[in-house]
């Protein structure tokens, strides 16, 4: 959530590495913090936002997500703040942010509410391409590995794991996987992980690893409409209705009994037009990290204007 705000608050375009953040000493000072992960900082040192970020996804440093919380909003607790309400606008109903690190006991989350912030997350190119990477060098040349051991192998391309002694083992993933000739992403969350003998963050690594790979055999693609289906009308207000059909069969990636979202856009529609025109485009999926396959509707047949005796008629 801590780097979901900032991307919201600071978009980064793709490959730019954004503002200059100056490192204050109480990030310096968090640096070796004991018990808890951070990367060494100094204080009057700069690092780009992007390294911020880096810190934040792949070394999971909480000292430099303290940093971010008020570089952006000028204290922790004003930043938290921020971090609530963007919870709310996600619809995260189960979910309540304590602290910018998430390390505090009292902040608290659900696998389905951790989705939604990832499917949100995802939309940002700079998210994508930080939480994909599996090490990065800091301003030092220090060399720092994705405690996500997960990505760079099997489609994985992120997210961010989370492990505290109360906690336990935690990962919200993501994968891709090329179904049907379109590339997919799979976003998931695996919370609650108990040490079973490899250590929390192993049991939150190996349950992803096989919810991920489960999701991937199940995804297929299937035809929910073909080419010239029916998919509504267009009507004169008169009483007289043209067909409008697909153009093209239209296919969507999912598994048994999965519900897909059709959303529908029409463009100016003329007062007469041939059997063919264009009249609008009809999208399937909702759009996220998955995509949307966008397919162009037409008229099924010759669209013709109401002639002056139907209008009477209908006046009548």
Same mark, same amino acid.
């Given at each position: 959530?801590?780097?979901? %705000?900032?991307?919201?608050?600071?978009?980064?375009?793709?490959?730019? !590495?954004?503002?200059?953040?100056?490192?204050?000493?109480?990030?310096?000072?968090?640096?070796?913090?004991?018990?808890?992960?951070?990367?060494?900082?100094?204080?009057?040192?700069?690092?780009?936002?992007?390294?911020?970020?880096?810190? &934040?996804?792949?070394?999971?440093?909480?000292?430099?997500?303290?940093?971010?919380?008020?570089?952006?909003?000028?204290? !922790?607790?004003?930043?938290?703040?921020?971090?609530?309400?963007?919870?709310?606008?996600?619809?995260?109903?189960?979910? =309540?942010? +304590?602290?910018?690190?998430?390390? $505090?006991?009292?902040?608290?989350?659900?696998?389905?509410?951790? %989705?939604?912030?990832?499917?949100?997350?995802?939309?940002?190119?700079?998210?994508?391409?930080?939480?994909?990477?599996?090490?990065?060098? @800091?301003?030092?040349?220090? $060399?720092?590995?994705?405690?996500?051991?997960? &990505?760079?192998?099997?489609?994985? %391309?992120?997210?961010? =794991? #989370? +492990?505290?002694?109360?906690?336990?083992?935690?990962?919200?993933?993501?994968?891709?996987?090329?179904?049907? #000739?379109?590339?997919?992403?799979?976003?998931?969350?695996?919370?609650?992980?108990?040490?079973?003998?490899?250590?929390?963050?192993?049991?939150?690594?190996?349950?992803?690893? !096989?919810?991920?790979?489960?999701?991937?055999? +199940?995804?297929?693609?299937?035809?929910?409409?073909?080419?010239?289906?029916?998919?509504?009308?267009?009507? @004169? #207000?008169?009483?007289?209705?043209?067909?409008?059909?697909? =153009? *093209? @069969?239209?296919?969507?990636?999912?598994?048994?009994?999965?519900?897909?979202?059709?959303?529908?856009?029409?463009?100016?529609?003329?007062?007469?037009?041939?059997?063919?025109? *264009? &009249?609008?485009?009809?999208?399937?999926?909702? /759009? #996220?990290?998955?995509?949307?396959?966008?397919?162009?509707?037409?008229? /099924?047949?010759?669209?013709? !204007?109401?002639?002056?005796?139907?209008?009477?008629?209908?006046?009548?």
């Amino acid at each position: 959530m801590t780097a979901y %705000v900032i991307l919201r608050d600071h978009p980064l375009k793709s490959g730019a !590495e954004g503002p200059k953040i100056k490192i204050d000493q109480a990030a310096e000072d968090q640096s070796d913090a004991g018990d808890e992960s951070t990367v060494n900082v100094y204080a009057g040192d700069s690092i780009s936002q992007r390294e911020a970020l880096q810190a &934040v996804l792949i070394a999971s440093a909480n000292n430099v997500a303290r940093l971010l919380a008020r570089w952006d909003a000028g204290s !922790e607790k004003a930043f938290v703040e921020k971090m609530n309400a963007a919870a709310k606008d996600l619809g995260m109903t189960n979910t =309540t942010y +304590t602290d910018p690190s998430g390390l $505090n006991n009292t902040t608290v989350s659900t696998a389905v509410d951790q %989705v939604k912030l990832a499917k949100a997350a995802m939309k940002s190119p700079a998210f994508r391409e930080v939480a994909a990477m599996m090490s990065y060098n @800091d301003y030092k040349g220090v $060399n720092h590995g994705n405690w996500n051991h997960l &990505v760079g192998h099997n489609g994985v %391309v992120g997210i961010k =794991t #989370g +492990t505290t002694t109360s906690a336990l083992g935690n990962l919200v993933f993501a994968a891709k996987k090329e179904v049907g #000739g379109e590339t997919r992403t799979i976003v998931g969350a695996v919370v609650r992980q108990p040490d079973v003998g490899g250590g929390i963050l192993d049991a939150a690594l190996d349950a992803s690893d !096989e919810l991920i790979r489960a999701a991937q055999d +199940t995804l297929q693609s299937s035809t929910i409409l073909k080419k010239g289906s029916v998919v509504g009308y267009v009507d @004169d #207000g008169l009483g007289g209705r043209t067909p409008v059909v697909a =153009t *093209k @069969d239209v296919k969507a990636v999912g598994w048994g009994g999965l519900t897909v979202k059709l959303t529908f856009e029409a463009d100016e529609v003329p007062h007469s037009a041939k059997a063919g025109t *264009k &009249v609008g485009t009809l999208t399937v999926g909702d /759009g #996220g990290t998955s995509g949307a396959v966008k397919v162009p509707v037409a008229l /099924g047949q010759d669209l013709v !204007e109401p002639g002056f005796s139907d209008k009477l008629t209908r006046l009548g």
